[in-house]
Each structure stands twice: as structure tokens, then as C-alpha cells.
């Protein structure tokens, strides 16, 4: 347990669906990251907010819009997504520009058929 | 943008072997970490290092900052050892941009 939760823990979804992954911290951390893992290959910092404002957005499609309602909470919408898309997605929460750790949940393993 | 290389790419090592990592970044950070990922895709946080060394068990690692690079030493691998590790830093002028390395697959065999 790292105190960054994510669920679910494993999604299969049709091209056409919508669905939403979602992160929680319990680490008071003022920062929170979407990180996207194609298989067998380092990971791919999507998105970065920073008290709740969105500080980085990396090149991503939108099809994957992000949205984080409060420190504690952030979540990914994911809409029309492409087979290609299928990764671990990972979330992760830190503090002060790396002045505290940061941590990761366990991820959502998507699989888009 | 910042380039974080990690080697060698693959090592294979006999349980209790010793075995060396090594991180190059190219532009100057605010820290670093090393993580393990295990075959779950778990990602376990193995050292917090933006300089100096640490111990941990039969891990340690180093940052020499100034030098851009961090080594992770492994002494007397076990199987459980077997994974991916990463480095990852943060950058010094975006401080909130945790970039990280291209990992190095470890197989440790009986």
C-alpha cells in the first residue's frame, strides 16, 4: 500500500465507449501525474496538475481528457480510444517539484478491443 | 527536453551475483528516485537520492549530481530480484516534471 489508489484495476472497452480511470492519494501531496506504459517500454508522462491546475500536458490526444476536482482526486476520461491505446496507465502523487517522494498506485491495465 | 539513459538495457545474472546500474541524465535535476517494477507492473519505490549514497538491505545507490549520473548497486541478487528498474527525475527548471529513464530488465536465475 502506497497511499495512491486506482481503479479499476483492469478495463476491457470497445472503441466506441466511454469510461473514466480514477486515482485517490491519502499522502497530502499537491501534485498528481498520469503516466502511460506501452508494453515493455519505459513510461510516458501524459499529464501533470499542480494544485489542481493542469501544468503539463504532453502531446496527448484528446481522447483522453483528464480532470482533478481536488488535490486528492484525479481522474482520466478516456472516449473513442484506438486499439493502440491499450497500456498500463499509472498514477502517481508527489509534493514541492520532487522536494517530497513521490509515489505510485498499482494501475489500470486497459485493453481497448 | 532532458535525456535520462539507463544501462545496460538487459542483464542476466546467477543468484548471488553482484551487479551495477547506471543513470545518465543531461540536464541539471532537482532529485531522483529509483523504482522496481515488478512483474505486476507494481512500481516499488527503492531510493529517493538527489545526492550521496544510501543503503538500504542489499541495495545502495549514489547520485553524483553535479556529474549527472546515479548508480544502483545490487549485491547477492536474489530471483525476487528480477524486474524492471528505473531511475526518475525531476527537473530542476519544471519542477513538477518527473521524467523518467529507459529502464533496465533484470533477470535473475537460480
Known amino acids: 500500500e502506497t497511499g495512491v489508489t486506482q481503479t479499476p484495476r483492469h478495463l476491457v472497452m470497445g472503441m466506441t465507449n466511454k469510461k473514466s480511470l480514477k486515482c485517490e492519494q491519502h499522502l497530502g501531496h499537491n501534485a498528481m501525474y498520469w503516466y502511460k506504459q506501452s508494453a515493455k517500454k519505459p513510461l510516458e508522462l501524459m499529464f501533470v496538475y499542480s494544485l489542481e491546475e493542469r501544468v503539463e500536458n504532453n502531446s496527448v490526444p484528446s481522447r483522453f481528457s483528464p480532470e482533478c476536482p481536488n488535490s486528492s482526486h484525479l481522474f482520466l476520461h478516456l472516449h473513442t480510444l484506438q486499439p493502440e491505446d491499450s497500456a498500463l496507465y499509472l498514477c502517481?502523487?508527489?509534493?514541492?517539484?520532487?522536494?517530497?517522494?513521490?509515489?505510485f498506485g498499482q494501475g489500470t491495465r486497459l485493453t481497448v478491443v | 527536453g532532458i535525456q535520462v539513459e539507463q544501462s545496460p538495457p538487459d542483464l542476466i545474472l546467477q543468484e548471488g551475483a553482484n551487479s551495477t546500474l547506471r543513470c545518465n541524465f543531461s540536464?541539471?535535476?532537482?532529485?531522483l528516485q529509483w523504482f522496481h517494477q515488478n512483474p505486476w507492473g507494481q512500481l516499488i519505490n527503492l531510493f529517493y537520492?538527489?545526492?550521496g549514497t544510501k543503503q538500504n538491505g542489499r541495495l545502495s545507490a549514489t547520485t553524483v549530481a553535479t556529474e549527472r549520473y546515479s548508480l544502483l548497486y545490487i549485491s547477492s541478487s536474489q530471483t525476487t530480484d528480477s524486474g524492471v528498474y528505473f531511475c526518475a527525475v525531476f527537473l530542476s527548471y519544471n519542477t513538477d516534471k518527473l521524467i523518467f529513464g529507459t529502464g533496465t530488465r533484470l533477470q535473475v536465475f537460480p
Open positions: 502517481a502523487s508527489s509534493s514541492d517539484g520532487g522536494r517530497t517522494e513521490a509515489f
Open positions: 540536464d541539471s535535476v532537482n532529485n
Open positions: 537520492i538527489p545526492s
